[in-house]
């Protein structure tokens, strides 16, 4: 934990903003979305929770700035996997799938922060910081269905961007779902009957985004 003093400068209080983001993800790297509270935040920052809230305006506000870097993040490392490419068209969605699921595999904050979006983040925050984000994620996504349409040019018109959304939500979604309380876990191995409704997230993203990209392509 550093002890600040107080940020007299533009540079001091851009210094402050990104040791606040840092320790975030820091914190999202050991524990859920659910657990990461402004008190400890505040804590391991170094600045009182006042103090953190002059550089963000909600604990909602720096988690969703994060989301924006992992989406980023999970860009940069999504479109070169994709330029590799080819084959029919099956083959391409298959192996456009593929790569989506095993890069969300390997980000696991990515998709927490993605389930805990709209029900979570999106709650404490006021409209210029809403707006914000909205205007930064769609950005994201438009990059990004860009790219999936180099892949797959038949997904014409706004269907690679339908995509890209479904892919978010399927992620958020089955993220929780496919990570469950330990009472959960319990009562999975405690009762056999039970056992078809725990889900394997690999399989069942990929099996969704197949089925998503079929429905797609197959749209008049």
Same mark, same amino acid.
């Given at each position: 934990?550093?002890?600040?003093?107080?940020?007299?400068? +533009?540079?001091?209080?851009?210094?402050?903003?990104?040791?606040?983001?840092?320790?975030?993800?820091?914190?999202?790297?050991?524990?859920?979305?659910?657990?990461? $509270?402004?008190?400890?935040?505040?804590?391991?920052?170094?600045?009182?929770?006042?103090?953190?809230?002059?550089?963000? &305006?909600?604990?909602?506000?720096?988690?969703? +700035?994060?989301?924006?870097? /992992?989406?980023?993040?999970?860009?940069?490392?999504?479109?070169?996997?994709?330029?590799?490419?080819?084959?029919?068209?099956?083959?391409?969605?298959?192996?456009?799938?593929?790569? @989506?699921?095993?890069?969300?595999?390997?980000?696991? @904050?990515?998709?927490?922060?993605?389930?805990?979006?709209?029900?979570?983040?999106?709650?404490?925050?006021?409209? &210029? @910081?809403?707006?914000?984000?909205?205007?930064?994620?769609?950005?994201?996504?438009? &990059?990004?269905?860009?790219?999936?349409?180099?892949?797959?040019? +038949?997904?014409?018109?706004?269907?690679?961007?339908?995509?890209?959304?479904?892919?978010?939500? /399927?992620?958020?979604?089955?993220? $929780?779902?496919?990570?469950?309380?330990?009472?959960?876990?319990?009562?999975? +191995?405690?009762?056999?009957?039970?056992?078809?409704?725990?889900?394997?997230?690999?399989?069942?993203?990929?099996?969704?985004?197949?089925?998503?990209?079929? $429905?797609?392509?197959?749209?008049?």
């Amino acid at each position: 934990m550093v002890q600040f003093q107080r940020a007299r400068s +533009e540079e001091q209080r851009e210094q402050r903003r990104q040791a606040i983001l840092t320790t975030a993800a820091a914190m999202l790297a050991e524990m859920p979305v659910a657990d990461v $509270g402004l008190n400890e935040l505040a804590r391991r920052v170094g600045l009182a929770k006042s103090n953190v809230l002059r550089y963000f &305006e909600s604990l909602e506000a720096v988690l969703l +700035e994060l989301l924006d870097q /992992s989406c980023r993040d999970w860009l940069a490392q999504l479109t070169p996997l994709l330029a590799e490419i080819g084959g029919d068209l099956r083959t391409r969605r298959e192996r456009l799938v593929g790569c @989506v699921v095993r890069t969300l595999i390997a980000d696991p @904050v990515l998709c927490d922060l993605f389930g805990a979006q709209a029900a979570v983040l999106e709650r404490n925050i006021s409209p &210029e @910081v809403a707006a914000r984000f909205k205007r930064t994620a769609y950005a994201n996504a438009v &990059e990004l269905a860009a790219t999936v349409e180099r892949v797959i040019p +038949e997904l014409t018109g706004d269907r690679a961007l339908k995509f890209v959304g479904m892919t978010q939500m /399927s992620a958020g979604a089955l993220w $929780g779902h496919s990570h469950p309380s330990a009472a959960m876990l319990a009562a999975y +191995e405690q009762y056999s009957d039970l056992a078809a409704l725990r889900l394997d997230f690999e399989a069942t993203l990929t099996d969704m985004l197949n089925t998503v990209a079929k $429905g797609l392509l197959a749209d008049d």
